[in-house]
């Protein structure tokens, strides 16, 4: 690109011109990636992924149109390509048959289930792959919550007791890190805690610190058909309006053992995540969560917003924001357009 002239006719001067024109370096598009502050890479995602029972099976998601819950087989065709494009990481989310599901979310720490099966797997077929395993009750729960149901109430500790054996399954399995997304009271400490007794020091975990009781949540919902069946998640989860109680969550995560902190949704919460960032030299992700990826689905698919650009847009204000980190289904679509 040739710069336009450098110099403007004499004539046409202002009488009393600006000493600063910060569209000097705008002019390029060489100068203003000169100046560019924040620069989107495949190394800042981590792919989000639905795995199910089955073989040779794939379903789209209707609320998040290319999606897919994959069938174990499939899942690892969809993990090669992900590593194909130059992501490193995936997170996985199971979708358990409902005859499996309990109140006290048993098939979560089952050696055999869905989750460390697909951990197996990847780690034989995809090595270099790291591998986030979710920890929470709610794709395990007859009930659609984090915990275990006891008159209405979510119990806490009796919780944190079953994620202690879920966390050690996958583990065990081979998880590189486990991510506990309950927001139970002291669960990061008694997983940290229960992996070093057992001799897993190097399995990382990557907390959910700031998880907002969020409307954005609904697609991934009926992804894994994870509804709560009464009530909603705000006894656990944080209220909206709050962002000094992040700092004070994230503090209580670091000091009982997490290796990166994360803040969820990601775009309504872009204050959080800055806050969350000044506030701790650990690693902070954020998590571009099933409803925003659904927004911007859907309005580009109405042809009403330019979907690749507003994708691309909306990350780069996550990482401008201070994600070190992005969780996004959009991973595949973004490595891509890196590329391109
Ligand atoms: C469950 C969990 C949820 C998500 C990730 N882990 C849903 C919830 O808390 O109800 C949501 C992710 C998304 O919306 O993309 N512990």
Same mark, same amino acid.
């Given at each position: 690109?040739?710069?336009?002239?450098?110099?403007?006719?004499?004539?046409?001067?202002?009488?009393?011109?600006?000493?600063?024109?910060?569209?000097?370096?705008?002019?390029?598009?060489?100068?203003?990636?000169?100046?560019?502050?924040?620069?989107?890479?495949?190394?800042?995602?981590?792919?989000?992924?639905?795995?199910? +029972?089955?073989?040779?099976?794939?379903?789209?998601?209707?609320?998040?149109?290319?999606?897919?819950? %994959?069938?174990?087989?499939?899942?690892?065709?969809?993990?090669?390509?992900?590593?194909?494009?130059?992501?490193?990481?995936?997170?996985?989310?199971?979708?358990?048959?409902?005859?499996?599901?309990?109140?006290?979310? /048993?098939?979560?720490?089952?050696? @055999?289930?869905?989750?460390?099966?697909?951990?197996?797997?990847?780690?034989?077929?995809?090595?270099?792959?790291?591998?986030?395993?979710?920890? =929470?009750?709610?794709?395990?729960?007859?009930?659609?919550?984090?915990?275990?149901? *006891?008159?209405?109430?979510? $119990?806490?500790?009796? /919780?944190?007791?079953?994620?202690?054996?879920?966390?050690?399954?996958?583990?065990?399995?081979?998880?590189?890190?486990?991510?506990?997304?309950?927001?139970?009271?002291?669960?990061?400490?008694?997983?940290?805690? =229960?992996?070093?007794?057992?001799?897993?020091?190097?399995?990382?975990?990557?907390? %959910?610190?700031? *998880?907002?009781?969020?409307?954005? %949540?609904?697609?991934?919902?009926?992804?894994?058909?994870?509804?709560? *069946?009464?009530?909603?998640?705000? /006894?656990?989860?944080?209220?909206?309006?709050?962002?000094?109680?992040?700092?004070?969550?994230?503090?209580?995560?670091?000091?009982?053992?997490?290796?990166?902190?994360?803040?969820?949704?990601?775009?309504?919460?872009? @204050?959080?995540?800055?806050?969350?960032?000044?506030?701790?030299?650990?690693?902070?992700?954020?998590?571009?969560?099933?409803?925003?990826?659904?927004?911007?689905?859907?309005?580009?698919?109405?042809?009403?917003?330019?979907?690749?650009?507003?994708? $691309? +847009?909306?990350? /780069?204000?996550?990482?401008?924001?201070?994600?070190? $980190?992005?969780?996004?289904?959009?991973?595949?679509?973004?490595?891509?357009?890196?590329?391109?």
């Amino acid at each position: 690109e040739v710069a336009p002239e450098n110099k403007t006719d004499p004539g046409n001067t202002a009488s009393c011109p600006p000493v600063q024109r910060p569209r000097r370096l705008r002019r390029t598009d060489a100068l203003r990636r000169m100046v560019r502050e924040t620069i989107l890479t495949v190394d800042d995602l981590i792919y989000p992924l639905f795995v199910m +029972e089955g073989e040779g099976q794939q379903q789209e998601i209707p609320s998040m149109p290319g999606c897919f819950r %994959y069938s174990l087989d499939l899942l690892l065709d969809e993990v090669k390509a992900a590593q194909e494009l130059g992501i490193g990481a995936i997170a996985l989310f199971p979708l358990i048959p409902h005859p499996q599901k309990d109140n006290f979310g /048993t098939e979560s720490y089952n050696p @055999d289930g869905l989750v460390p099966r697909a951990i197996r797997a990847i780690k034989q077929t995809v090595p270099q792959m790291v591998v986030i395993t979710d920890v =929470a009750l709610d794709p395990y729960s007859s009930e659609g919550h984090d915990g275990i149901v *006891k008159d209405g109430q979510i $119990l806490n500790d009796e /919780t944190v007791a079953v994620l202690v054996k879920q966390a050690l399954v996958q583990a065990e399995a081979g998880a590189d890190f486990v991510a506990p997304s309950d927001m139970m009271d002291g669960r990061v400490g008694a997983i940290r805690q =229960a992996l070093d007794a057992e001799g897993w020091i190097n399995v990382s975990i990557l907390a %959910y610190s700031a *998880k907002y009781a969020s409307a954005y %949540y609904g697609p991934f919902r009926d992804a894994l058909d994870s509804a709560p *069946k009464f009530g909603d998640k705000k /006894t656990y989860q944080m209220d909206a309006a709050n962002a000094r109680e992040a700092l004070k969550e994230v503090d209580l995560d670091i000091a009982e053992g997490a290796d990166i902190v994360m803040v969820k949704p990601a775009l309504a919460y872009l @204050d959080v995540i800055n806050r969350m960032k000044k506030h701790t030299n650990l690693p902070v992700a954020a998590y571009n969560v099933s409803g925003e990826y659904a927004m911007i689905k859907a309005a580009g698919q109405q042809g009403w917003i330019d979907e690749q650009k507003v994708m $691309l +847009e909306t990350l /780069t204000s996550m990482k401008r924001a201070g994600a070190n $980190l992005i969780l996004t289904y959009f991973a595949k679509a973004v490595a891509l357009a890196l590329r391109a």
